[in-house]
């Protein structure tokens, strides 16, 4: 069976890539174990200066592998070039924090001395999507590669000639030979690695039901798992907004990536006393967006990632539509060739209308109108999912109030739009996920917190 990379701009097949064997995946795995008993005796200035030297090849390199993105994934290409550049930074920030993160920690205690250690635990397997190929690589193998473990990466099929990428420029760093490897094997077979009782933990980036069969496997083993799943995050614009400046921030959040984001806006409450405001300024701004080839910098979307995905996208706003949502704005398939779809905006939307409900991924906006802001926030917490949301108001005490004790969710902004940053933990609750990316918390996650006593 082959992986096929297929360009969803042109429908051309970019290439085929083998799909490894048992036997291959086996031996890659077993490679891996042995450069974790070489890596986890290294010292942290090493793994520093090897991970800057990723850092350095990953800027030396990144119009190349963003146009690696323009092609398999339909990203545009400005958008391709500073998720590089965020790689960068996320390597480059492990590289200077990792070891003070996980210094021992003295506990006193009635021992002469007592205190806690954190060691690596091995080979951790990445499950990751198409959406962000680098960067949601990048912000767990930084991490688990300076605190000593090594990687597996299991890509989307769509993502492979990316995730070879990855390999390569981790492999020229100077960490010891195998400590990152790629599988090229279709989803339903990455059961067995998860088996293998090398392996440690797992961490996933994706569905929702993703999520819950690896959750499901993994923890039949014991093996510790990070989730990170869907969203639907809420974007709250209360009365007091500065509404020119929210409607900048939700629209350009909401087109990240095509639309293709867990933590890009998807549901707008709007109080309803400013929602005819809102919603003007909103629709101006939105019809101002160009998409259309990839490649063309001067486009601010590109296509969907595939072809069917747009298609599915397309369903669910023609069923909100039958539902009684309004289509303001897009809400078609355009003529021209690849996978694309235009910048969508949905009025009108309840409770029981599928654009309430589902998360939409691509550049469709639903506009929820809400009487005041106890129900803005009841709203936004109606939802299965909880990893960002975003209050909008000129009260900074009352936003935070808000952002800290009423939305629900794993992550709330105000007046800006959500977003990951290596310095800062990221994650969800509910049916987005658990546990913890990024910052101090980020890199502990896959560590053994060993208790250390003498007496």
């Known amino acids: 069976m082959s992986l096929k990379s297929i360009n969803p701009y042109t429908g051309k097949l970019i290439k085929s890539y083998t799909e490894y064997n048992p036997k291959k995946v086996e031996s890659i795995v077993n490679a891996t174990q042995k ?10 200035k090493d793994r520093a200066q090897w991970m800057k030297n990723i850092a350095t090849k990953l800027l030396s390199q990144k119009k190349v592998l963003a146009e690696l993105m323009v092609s398999e994934i339909g990203k545009p290409l400005r958008d391709g070039i500073a998720e590089i ?8 920030y492990y590289a200077t924090h990792a070891e003070s993160f996980l210094q021992d920690e003295i506990i006193e205690t009635e021992a002469q001395k007592s205190y806690i250690s954190y060691q690596p635990i091995g080979i951790v397997l990445a499950i990751m999507p198409w959406n962000f190929p680098f960067w949601q690589v990048f912000r767990f193998a930084a991490p688990a590669l300076m605190a000593g473990n090594v990687g597996l990466l299991k890509h989307s099929s769509n993502a492979s000639g990316c995730a070879l990428a990855i390999e390569e420029i981790i492999a020229a760093s100077g960490f010891p030979a195998n400590s990152f490897r790629t599988l090229l094997v279709s989803g339903g077979r990455i059961e067995d690695t998860i088996k293998n009782p090398l392996v440690k933990a797992v961490t996933l980036t994706g569905s929702t039901q993703a999520g819950i069969k690896v959750a499901q496997l ?11 799943l869907g969203g639907s995050d809420a974007y709250i614009i209360l009365k007091d907004a500065d509404l020119e400046l929210a409607a900048e921030i939700c629209v350009n959040s909401r087109l990240i990536n095509n639309g293709q984001s867990c933590i890009a806006a998807k ?10 405001q809102f919603i003007r300024l909103f629709k101006e701004k939105m019809e101002a967006k160009r998409f259309g080839d990839p490649a063309n910098e001067q486009n601010h979307l590109g296509t969907m990632a595939r072809a069917d995905l747009r298609d599915e996208l397309h369903q669910q706003v023609q069923q ?22 235009p910048p969508t905006i949905l009025t009108h939307v309840k409770k029981g209308i599928l654009a309430y409900h589902e998360e939409i991924f691509g550049p469709v906006a639903s506009i929820i109108t809400a009487k005041d802001e106890n129900e803005a926030v009841q709203i936004a917490n109606d939802t299965v999912f909880g990893l960002g949301g975003a209050i909008f108001t000129k009260d900074l005490k009352k936003g935070e109030y808000l952002a800290k ?4 969710a794993g992550s709330c902004f105000v007046n ?18 658990y546990g913890r990316e990024l910052g101090y918390l980020g890199i502990k996650e896959f560590v053994n917190i060993k208790t250390v006593y003498i007496q």
Not at 218 to 228: D, Y
Not at 321 to 337: H, N, S
């Open 35 to 44: 450069a974790w008993k070489n890596l986890s005796e290294t010292t942290f």
């Open 85 to 92: 550049e965020k790689c960068a930074s996320v390597c480059e």
């Open 218 to 228: 993994a923890g039949s083993l014991i093996k510790k798992t990070v989730l990170e």
């Open 267 to 276: 549901r707008f409450i709007v109080e309803k006393t400013v929602e005819k």
């Open 320 to 341: 909100s539509i039958q539902q009684g949502a309004k289509c303001i704005l897009g809400g078609y398939i355009p003529q021209e060739k690849g996978a694309l779809y």
């Open 405 to 408: 004790y009423k939305v629900q």
């Open 416 to 433: 800006t739009f959500v977003k990951s940053d290596p310095r800062l933990p990221f994650g969800g609750i509910n049916q987005s996920g």
